[in-house]
């Protein structure tokens, strides 16, 4: 009887309902509107990756040309990594 | 209601933003499918490119004494191939690949940084014309792709006396430039890649449950991280060598030669991980779902990633056995290359047991995976014998090398990218590309990297130096390397069949709907293609096949399973 006993309670407890699951999701993650997720969640835009990038390149370039597109292009560098910072998310 | 209708009435004389229209879309966005989408056509592009390379170094050595290119851009071409190849191609397309698919398949909505990861991406773009543009200088790199010092010095210490002109003009300093600035979008995204797969898994999926290919771009990012910094410093060396009066790498004046090569290799054996990881991760998510299996040994393939990431830090030396290295560190090298064979065939066998006994279905990204499998096998044993320092030193610089290397990186990675394409194009368009021009693709390839590659072997073992120029029609070399150059034109017909399929699938391609393979991971568990914010819910994850649970319930792994 004792055995019988333990492994029903055994199964019990390993035997998870998908209701039971679906209890223990955090509540932050019921169902949103795919609308309003697009509109909270539409990733942000930013123009300053492609311009340190590029100030990037003008001032290799620079290396290779002359020294003044290179110091062009330190300037540029300088110029996208405040403006990086500064944007706001 | 008033302001309402104000609100809207503003909205509709408002001029659209240069961050609405269509180019100011992709140029400033920050999402990681659309970058992902940026990286694997860029570096499709350079794979072009770099075909086009091959396909004049394959033309110049079709018939001995071959005359089509001169013996200076012959030089600059074979190591823009390779350059490209490498730093243009593979390393771009796999990490587009990671950005696309990874976020969706660890339920995240997008990487960690998403600015630093379109600053990656605008690097690799601007760095591959820079580095392209020497052509147009007329002074592209010319020293093959790891630019050996002291031969790539400016003018001393790569002779024996005096001073000699060792590799004049911008040649060089393209390439170091090049790399320095690959290096630093490599640093970004590798430092993405481990902030989003570590801290933005979604909640249930443990590394235990982590899919595969997620692994594997986890283990080849640590390894980016490790491993660019020591061509960076090699690069940065040859720079102040060349332009400021160091000696880094000239012996004349106390310094070491061997130096680069050890900094170069440090980083390139890890390298020849880095471009082959994502492909193993790519192909151990498509062999189950078209074997309709659960991937075997899941946690061998995982690990063996894991113990082929730390051993791959320990072989370099094996490109360096005919510089005259000491006994121990022959022995020493020979034995850890040996051993990174290991965990290579535990992947294999894991493989091969997951087809084992599978309801296999041959689509063409199935074919891919297969043909993948088989060519890295050939690349592995070759790879291994070139392990036996006494071999070594008979074929070293020789085309049997060439041959290893192209059976791994062409047959090994550029099939598990052909794969990767096959498998996930519908979730990224919506479209399935056209089977019977997959198929054609596939069996050409595979026919003309054997036609290509395995002469080569011979070639090699014959004596035929790689990076020849051209060669005398008395050494029994012409019918083996006719043979590889029709195999070359054969490979480029296979690129062409593809470029049609995937015009003809954007045009008018059959629509795939959201899960064409019946497939097992998240990133199948919303739209084709997704929307911006990938998952409306964040979904819990309870095993390793977390979408297979969901369609199949009653089921689940994880009501069976462990993990």
Redesign the interface.
Known sequence: MVALYQRTVLEKSKTVTEEQEQRKQPSNQRKISKEAMEYAIDPKRSYWPFALAIALFITLLGVIVHPVIFWIGVALIAAAIIGWGLERR | MATRTITEGISVARRRRF?ETYI??W??????KKLGIMYIVTAFFFFLVGGVDALLIRTQLAVPNGKVLTPEIYDQIFTMHGTTMIFLFVMPMLTGFGNYVVPLMIGA??MAF??????G???V???G??LTSSFL?GAAPNAGWFSYAPLTELNTGCGTSGVVVCTPG?NM??WA??I??LG?SSIASALNFVVTILRLRA?GMTVNRMPLFTWMTLITNFLLLFAIPSVTAASILLLLDRHLGTHFFQAGFGGDPLLWQHLFWSFGHPEVYILILPAFGMISEILPVFSRKPIFGYTFIAWSGVAIGFLSFTVWAHHMFAVGLPLVAQAFFATSTTLIAIPTAVKIFNWVATVTGGKISFRPAMLFALGFVAMFLIGGLNGAALAVVPFDYQVTDTYFVVSHLHYVLFGGTVFGVFAGIYYWFPKMTGKLLNDRLGQLQFWLMLIGVNLTFFPMHILGILGMPRRIYTYPGNLGWNELNLLATIGAFIIAAAILVFLWNFVITLRSGQPSGTDPWDAFTLEWDTDSPP???NF???P?V?SRRPFYDKKN?EIADWKTATH
């Open positions: 961050s100011g879309e140029l400033m966005t920050t999402d990681h909505r997008d998403p600015r630093m990861n379109a600053f991406f605008w690097v773009l601007f760095g014309l820079f200088f911008l300093d393209f430039l090049g320095l600035m630093i909640p929307k911006p914010y409306p819910v964040i819990i309870r319930p």
